[in-house]
């Protein structure tokens, strides 16, 4: 009989103790939210030609490491160049035409002056040469349009970046304003952790966290809150097109009632561990400690 209640005592202590133990744990999961639905996401600038003919030259190849100003391809400038000199000359015709309408209004205003002819004629003087200055304007401005598609005529990278997805050769017809490459932008890397709307109130602007990417769980980083999503999209029918714009979020299995996840961008302090790529897979668990007000300034990411 003793040792019936003893094992029952025992067994009791230990239900308890695993009951207090997930307890324990599901009120630190809620206090101290962690997720390993994150991933990495940078911004991605698409590079188009702002005018169209084939490529000559291309100066970069495939997930190549460019910074601010480096050539990435040039557009056959032949045409360009043709269509500068006509701009040019017609600049040098603008000028003698202004020139001789201003010296044909001078004539005419001393002869107006004078009594000598009628006021037609000198207003018609007036009239050319506004005219001619008119013309002179628009072929200036040719003149300059003509020089910036010659500029154009060069592709450089606008950012510090990675160049992704990059297949184009010599002799390629590119058109005007058709995104051709990507870039991205080795400044703008954050993490991106979905939370259920029941973890946000532990979340704060400026909460840490401690991060680890899937393959490098011995390289743990750390990062700060930036910024919590105010809206997901809504797949129920009654949206608008501007939902579109907001992300779309799958919702995970949770009992009945499914909580909605919302993004949280964690911006990483100082340099990873690794590089970071768009895409990896992330385990995010905030921490208790708030970094200071001032944010501090961020390292440059790592290169590949």
Same mark, same amino acid.
């Given at each position: 009989?003793?040792?019936?209640?003893?094992?029952?005592?025992?067994?009791?202590?230990?239900?308890?103790?695993?009951?207090? %133990?997930?307890?324990?744990?599901?009120?630190?999961?809620?206090?101290?939210?962690?997720?390993?639905?994150?991933?990495?996401?940078?911004?991605?600038?698409?590079?188009?030609?702002?005018?169209?003919?084939?490529?000559?030259?291309?100066?970069?190849?495939?997930?190549?490491?460019?910074?601010?100003?480096?050539?990435?391809?040039?557009?056959?400038?032949?045409?360009?160049?043709?269509?500068?000199?006509?701009?040019?000359?017609?600049?040098?015709?603008?000028?003698? @035409?202004?020139?001789?309408?201003?010296?044909?209004?001078?004539?005419?205003?001393?002869?107006?002056?004078?009594?000598?002819?009628?006021?037609?004629?000198?207003?018609?003087?007036?009239? @050319?040469? %506004?005219?001619?200055?008119?013309?002179?304007?628009?072929?200036?401005?040719?003149?300059?349009?003509?020089?910036? @598609?010659?500029?154009?005529?060069?592709?450089?990278? =606008?950012? @510090?970046?990675?160049?992704?997805?990059?297949?184009?050769?010599?002799?390629? !017809?590119?058109?005007?304003?058709?995104?051709?490459?990507?870039?991205?932008?080795?400044?703008?890397?954050?993490?991106?952790? !979905?939370?259920?709307?029941?973890?946000?109130?532990?979340?704060?602007?400026?909460?840490?966290?401690?991060?680890?990417?899937?393959? !490098?769980?011995?390289?743990?980083?750390?990062?700060?809150?930036?910024?919590?999503?105010?809206?997901?999209?809504?797949?129920?029918?009654?949206?608008?097109?501007?939902?579109?714009?907001?992300?779309?979020?799958?919702?995970?299995?949770?009992?009945?009632?499914?909580?909605?996840?919302?993004?949280?961008?964690?911006?990483?302090?100082?340099? =990873?561990?690794?590089?970071?790529?768009?895409?990896?897979?992330?385990?995010?668990?905030?921490?208790?400690?708030?970094?200071?007000?001032?944010?501090?300034?961020?390292?440059?990411?790592?290169?590949?």
């Amino acid at each position: 009989m003793k040792a019936r209640i003893f094992n029952f005592l025992i067994t009791l202590v230990v239900v308890c103790l695993a009951g207090w %133990a997930a307890w324990s744990l599901y009120q630190r999961y809620i206090q101290n939210p962690w997720t390993r639905d994150s991933q990495v996401r940078a911004n991605i600038v698409g590079i188009a030609p702002r005018i169209s003919g084939p490529i000559i030259q291309v100066a970069v190849h495939d997930n190549q490491v460019v910074k601010t100003g480096d050539l990435l391809f040039e557009i056959d400038p032949a045409d360009f160049e043709a269509t500068l000199n006509v701009a040019s000359g017609q600049v040098l015709n603008a000028e003698a @035409n202004l020139k001789e309408q201003q010296q044909n209004l001078t004539r005419q205003t001393d002869l107006y002056n004078r009594h000598v002819v009628a006021q037609q004629d000198f207003q018609n003087a007036q009239d @050319n040469f %506004a005219a001619a200055q008119a013309q002179l304007i628009s072929a200036k401005a040719n003149l300059e349009t003509a020089r910036l @598609n010659l500029s154009y005529t060069k592709v450089f990278a =606008p950012v @510090n970046g990675y160049i992704t997805n990059f297949n184009t050769s010599v002799g390629t !017809y590119v058109d005007a304003g058709k995104q051709l490459m990507a870039v991205v932008d080795s400044s703008s890397f954050w993490i991106a952790a !979905y939370f259920k709307e029941t973890q946000l109130p532990h979340i704060e602007v400026g909460q840490k966290a401690n991060m680890t990417l899937m393959g !490098y769980g011995n390289q743990p980083f750390q990062g700060v809150v930036r910024s919590i999503g105010w809206g997901v999209y809504v797949a129920d029918g009654s949206g608008s097109d501007s939902t579109n714009l907001l992300p779309e979020i799958s919702q995970t299995v949770d009992w009945v009632r499914l909580p909605q996840r919302f993004a949280v961008r964690i911006e990483p302090l100082g340099t =990873p561990p690794v590089p970071l790529r768009i895409g990896q897979t992330v385990s995010v668990a905030m921490t208790p400690e708030v970094a200071p007000t001032e944010a501090p300034k961020r390292s440059s990411v790592a290169q590949p």
